[in-house]
């Protein structure tokens, strides 16, 4: 099992441009998230989805969309970055529930934004 | 949801037992608290979890006190491959949805 993939691992984009990062996962997990965290701080949570066809803000949602496109996969959207958004971006999935305390992190996308 | 307080830093050497508190003072009738370690350019990893007096795993143990206001992870010699930032976490058991990981504690063990 590759556990959570995620793609790009690195991105440079500039001031006004849009992107979407990919995630996905292959535990046959109900709920997905997607962090940010920047540097020397702890994860903050952007989006998170319960279950396939639902998703919910988490703690710093301004500036992200996201879609869960089926069970599997959780992408985010940056329609216009900013430099504020300048972080490194992690998916996570877990069981439903009970389970949702051990969640399972992807490697991670390292973005900037100039 | 219960904020957490931990150490920003702490040093110790190979082969001692470290022991790492976190204060949740506001911690609710029905939140487990839950301790996760992030090597650098990682995401983080589940190390254990716990809702009262003690849990063990091969990896660690997390000692509870009846009050709940804080918990202390145990990792039990510890060797170079151990520094890492630890989070501790508190969160309902079936809101984890929200979880918060606050700075963590950097442990940074010598030889």
């Known amino acids: 099992n590759a556990g959570v993939t995620q793609t790009p691992k690195f991105q440079v984009l500039k001031t006004g441009q849009s992107m979407t990062l990919q995630c996905a996962q292959d535990?046959?997990?109900?709920?997905m998230y997607w962090y940010r965290q920047d540097p020397g701080m702890g994860l903050r949570l952007i989006y998170y989805?319960?279950?396939?066809?639902?998703?919910d803000k988490g703690e710093v949602p301004n500036g992200y969309n996201v879609s869960r496109l089926n069970k599997r996969e959780f992408s985010l959207r940056l329609e216009s970055a900013a430099p504020s958004q300048t972080s490194v971006y992690f998916c996570?999935?877990?069981?439903?529930?009970?389970?949702?305390?051990?969640?399972?992190f992807g490697p991670g996308t390292r973005l900037t934004v100039t | 949801l219960a904020k957490t307080t931990q150490p920003i830093s702490m040093d110790s050497y190979e082969g001692q037992e470290v022991n790492i508190t976190c204060s949740h003072n506001?911690?609710?009738?029905?939140?487990?608290i839950t301790w996760y370690q992030q090597f650098p350019s990682q995401g983080p990893r589940f190390i254990i979890q716990?809702?009262?007096t003690k849990v063990t795993n091969e990896v660690a143990s997390l000692f509870i006190p009846a009050d709940r206001k804080s918990s202390t992870l145990s990792l039990p010699r510890v060797s170079l491959s151990d520094t890492a930032v630890y989070y501790c976490?508190?969160?309902?058991?079936?809101?984890?949805?929200?979880?918060?990981f606050g700075s963590g504690t950097k442990l940074n063990v010598k030889p």
């Open positions: 996570a999935s877990s069981g439903a529930g009970a389970e949702s305390y051990e969640q399972y």
């Open positions: 535990m046959n997990h109900n709920s």
């Open positions: 989805s319960a279950s396939e066809g639902t998703t």
């Open positions: 506001n911690i609710a009738t029905n939140d487990y």
């Open positions: 716990g809702y009262k």
């Open positions: 976490l508190v969160g309902g058991q079936y809101n984890f949805n929200k979880f918060y």
